[in-house]
T-cell receptor
Framework: GQQLNQSPQSMFIQEGEDVSMNCTSS?????WLWYKQDPGEGPVLLIALYKAGELTSNGRLTAQFGITRKDSFLNISASIPSDVGIYFCAGRRLNTNAGKSTFGDGTTLTVKP | GAVVSQHPSRVICKSGTSVKIECRSL??????MFWYRQFPKQSLMLMATSNEGSKATYEQGVEKDKFLINHASLTLSTLTVTSAHPEDSSFYIC????????????FGDGTRLSIL
């Protein structure tokens, strides 16, 4: 089946540093989504990407839909302590039954003040 | 933005009890809802896809008689963990999508289920 490889698995950074994480797949996706999950809560949608090559920002977050449609990255600039959490990528194919997304294993981000 | 409400947020009950978790889309109609299970420090594991007015589609290895799903309306899906045992203790999260090919999934806040 479809699998997403998300890396890195975890990151420990200093406040103010920039962060980059990515997802790759052997399959083509028509949609890429990035979510953040805080402890004990459900994931929250950060950015949705619908076109190959699309670059979208949401505040300090920037994500891109890879040209090959097999990858996506998420950048966080000038990290702050509240950026701590688990970030998940998700890919979806256009004709997937019920619009089911495939999720990466997550990147756990720790920000030291 | 799209809001998905999940209730209850936490359940603690005795072994053998059946537990029902509700998932509601508050400001959109969701023909499809998804139920996930998440173990500590792990990713989301899709259990089943809930379709309004029809039977749920379960992922391989998920017991449909153990995890009963009902999607009776366009805004409500329920997951019932029947005769729960300690190994069913986990974090259960629902997700819903609005209609249309480009609508993303939105998640509820999850339910922490603890079976004693």
């Amino acid at each position: 089946g479809q699998q997403l490889n998300q890396s890195p698995q975890s990151m420990f950074i200093q406040e103010g540093e920039d962060v980059s994480m990515n997802c790759t797949s052997s399959s083509i996706f028509n949609t890429w989504l990035w979510y953040k999950q805080d402890p004990g809560e459900g994931p929250v949608l950060l950015i949705a990407l619908y076109k190959a090559g699309e670059l979208t920002s949401n505040g300090r977050l920037t994500a891109q839909f890879g040209i090959t449609r097999k990858d996506s990255f998420l950048n966080i600039s000038a990290s702050i302590p509240s950026d701590v959490g688990i970030y998940f990528c998700a890919g979806r194919r256009l004709n997937t039954n019920a619009g089911k997304s495939t999720f990466g294993d997550g990147t756990t981000l720790t920000v030291k003040p | 933005g799209a809001v998905v409400s999940q209730h209850p947020s936490r359940v603690i009950c005795k072994s053998g009890t059946s537990v029902k978790i509700e998932c509601r889309s508050l400001d959109f109609q969701a023909t499809t809802m998804f139920w996930y299970r998440q173990f500590p420090k792990q990713s989301l594991m899709l259990m089943a896809t809930s379709n309004e007015g029809s039977k749920a589609t379960y992922e391989q290895g998920v017991e449909k008689d153990k995890f009963l799903i009902n999607h009776a309306s366009l805004t409500l899906s329920t997951l019932t963990v029947t005769s729960a045992h300690p190994e069913d203790s986990s974090f259960y999260i629902c997700s819903a999508r609005d209609r249309g090919p480009h609508q993303p999934q939105h998640f509820g806040d999850g339910t922490r289920l603890s079976i004693l």
